[in-house]
């Protein structure tokens, strides 16, 4: 049970990791440090006191970036295979298997996970900045941020509820993509 409450946490934390890269990291840390979780000795430095000034500091600046117009696009750029990496590290970090299907499901499952919001996120910025020239960004930064903080904290708490959540959440955007497909195959036969 142990494992797979550690699979559900890994999950959500990388969830969170395709919204904002460091949120989740820092409250991993934090959560590390009170004792909340149980990182591996391999994975011991994310529950340090320096990893916590690292990773509240990129935090910092990870934030302000996306509320500064234009830069939110090439964060976009840089953080998409940052959240796949992250999501990855999120995922090994907590779960006991042996290596290879640590390491397999950590990339499947964990940035797997992280690239799929990342690219939601990164769709619905794309949308925003395309409708409101630009203007409406600040809003989807607001959301991410608050979707970021809300997913870290329910996998550690309430790590199913949490993965269970991220599976709505997948199936409410395939169903999206899915019957815009079927509306431009439509459009183009009729």
Same mark, same amino acid.
């Given at each position: 049970m142990e494992t797979i409450l550690g699979i559900a946490v890994g999950i959500g934390l990388s969830a969170a990791c395709g919204f904002r890269i460091f949120v989740p990291l820092l409250i991993m840390n934090l959560a590390a440090l009170s004792g909340q979780i149980q990182l591996p000795a391999g994975f011991a430095w994310i529950g340090n006191t320096s990893a916590t000034v690292a990773f509240a500091s990129a935090t910092i600046i990870e934030v302000i970036c996306y509320y500064v117009p234009g830069t939110d696009q090439i964060m976009d750029i840089i953080a998409t295979p940052a959240a796949v990496v992250a999501g990855t590290i999120m995922t090994a970090s907590l779960t006991e298997l042996s290596p290879f299907f640590k390491w397999t499901l950590a990339l499947i499952a964990g940035g797997g996970v992280a690239g799929?919001?990342?690219?939601?996120?990164?769709?619905?910025? %794309?949308?925003?900045?395309?409708?409101?020239?630009?203007?409406?960004?600040?809003?989807? %930064?607001?959301?991410e941020l608050i979707g970021a903080v809300i997913v870290a904290l329910l996998a550690i708490l309430l790590p199913v509820f949490c993965l269970i959540l991220i599976i709505l959440f997948f199936v409410f955007v395939f169903r999206k993509i899915g019957r815009l497909a079927f509306r431009e195959k439509q459009t183009k036969t009729g």
């Open positions: 799929l919001v990342q690219g939601s996120t990164v769709s619905l910025r %794309a949308k925003s900045s395309i409708t409101t020239m630009g203007t409406g960004n600040f809003l989807v %930064a607001t959301l």
